[in-house]
């Protein structure tokens, strides 16, 4: 028996195969959970926008997962400073069957990709409609590397600064929903509203998608809070439940409100308010009671509420409601998290169990998350716009992104509306289209 044989005997004797065994599914899970937002995002736009909306989310999944293998993984979780991992794990080096904890290394590191995956996805839907494809592809490789891995270390890396200082995040509520709507508000006000809005309703074209969405993005949440327990055990059990009781409040609450406003509850306010308590339980997940988790979902979606009515009459073109849902929706439940956090279910006490100072350390952690992502989402789309335009020309507007950004329709009627089959067809096509500029340049 070789020296590689008995090492490899050596790290399988070391996981656990029920940890392992949940862990692989959990991951599965988790990677639903993006074309999951695509069905989500992709509903809640105008038919003509369909496919780059939901091109948004899968191209997250081609690039978010490469650069992730490459550096983003070395940079949130290999030993290094309390500010950003080390080069440790570049090129996955050193990363391979051995143990983590009770599972494979490869295994933890793949899991928190599909974090990073999603992450980066939920941008999409603050400026969606109007962004050109090629520099939302630039901005969320680089947003990836220089945003959402060092914010990864500073709350879950080993010697991550937040992490010493006892901030709490179980799942993602900072590093994923914080971080994600800090960025899309800046993205939204970077791009500027879309030609028509405010001047015309922009409805859902598909609510069933937006449905859809939302239940396939509950089902894989159990994946993304109970996996994150990262072993099939007693803390998975308490965050699984709290998956469902959280949003099962939080779309109890959103109905009512909907009830006292206007008497007739939407679908597609039901499915945001479902989201919007599932984001705001994340941080929360493995660290309160069941009870405490339904005081959540049901405290948590009411500024998401409000906040959402607000900014549809203000300038703010945020298309999807990325930040009320996400970024609001994280606060809410970070800080939460630190009101109704128990030592019995997570090992920490929070303020109702006689420990106020954890609010304070969760402020902390929200207001220093959302300076460095709001300025370093800007420094990289103004940097980007130097050298693309960020803004497709209104002509292309019109027409729909689909067309102009991928050649492609949702929805083919009869023979096909403009035929592309080589460079500079597209251009020509459109001269003579109503509301289309000539010569309205590349698609993107």
């Known amino acids: 028996m070789n020296d590689t044989t008995v090492a490899i005997q050596a790290a399988a004797s070391a996981v656990n195969p029920a940890d392992t065994a949940w862990m692989l599914v959990a991951c599965a899970m988790v990677l639903l959970m993006t074309p999951a937002l695509a069905f989500f995002y992709g509903g809640l736009v105008r038919s003509k926008n369909t496919l780059n909306t939901m091109m948004m989310s899968f191209a997250s999944m081609g690039v978010a997962g490469v650069l992730w293998v490459l550096a983003g993984y070395s940079l949130a979780f290999s030993p290094g400073s309390g500010w950003l991992g080390g080069s440790g794990f570049l090129l996955l080096r050193g990363v391979g069957i051995e143990p983590n904890g009770t599972i494979p290394h490869i295994l933890y590191m793949a899991y928190q990709g599909t974090f990073?995956?999603?992450t980066a996805a939920l941008i999409s839907g603050a400026v969606v409609e109007r962004i050109r494809f090629a520099p939302y592809i630039a901005f969320i490789s680089l947003w990836t590397l220089l945003v959402y891995a060092p914010v990864a270390h500073w709350v879950w890396g080993a010697n991550g600064w937040l992490a010493d200082?006892?901030?709490?995040?179980?799942?993602?509520g900072t590093v994923v929903?914080?971080?994600a709507g800090m960025a899309a508000l800046v993205a939204a006000l970077v791009v500027r509203p879309r030609k028509d809005y405010g001047r015309q309703a922009l409805v859902?074209?598909?609510?069933?998608?937006?449905?859809?969405g939302a239940g396939l993005l509950w089902f894989g949440w159990f994946g993304f809070n109970a996996g994150s327990a990262l072993g099939a055990n007693g803390k998975a059990a308490i965050a699984f439940v709290n998956t469902m009781l959280a949003p099962s409040a939080a779309l109890t609450t959103w109905m009512l409100l909907d009830f006292v406003r206007s008497g007739r509850p939407t679908a597609v306010g039901a499915a945001t308010g479902i989201v919007v308590g599932l984001v705001a339980v994340t941080p929360a997940a493995g660290f309160v009671s069941p009870l405490s988790a339904l005081a959540i979902g049901a405290i948590g979606v009411i500024p998401s509420y409000f906040v959402i009515r607000w900014r549809s009459?203000?300038?703010l073109d945020d298309s999807l409601d990325v930040v009320a849902a996400h970024?609001?929706?994280g606060l809410t439940g970070a800080l939460l998290t630190g009101v109704f956090a128990e030592k019995a279910w997570g090992g920490v006490d929070g303020l109702l169990a006689g420990n106020p100072r954890q609010v304070g350390i969760q402020a902390i952690a929200c207001l220093v998350t959302l300076a460095y992502s709001g300025a370093a989402s800007f420094l990289l789309l103004k940097a980007i716009g130097v050298l693309i335009p960020l803004r497709s020309r209104e002509g292309m507007?019109?027409?729909g992104m689909d067309l102009t950004m991928h050649e492609e329709e949702a929805y083919a009627s009869g023979e096909g509306a403009i035929l592309v089959d080589e460079p500079?067809?597209?251009e020509t096509a459109l001269d003579g289209v109503a509301g289309v500029p000539q010569s309205a340049g590349g698609a993107v």
């Open 116 to 118: 990073a995956i999603i």
């Open 313 to 315: 009459r203000t300038r």
């Open 165 to 172: 200082l006892g901030a709490l995040d179980f799942a993602g």
């Open 204 to 212: 859902p074209h598909n609510v069933p998608f937006v449905l859809l």
């Open 327 to 329: 970024g609001l929706g």
């Open 424 to 426: 500079g067809m597209f």
């Open 177 to 179: 929903h914080v971080n």
């Open 397 to 399: 507007e019109a027409v």
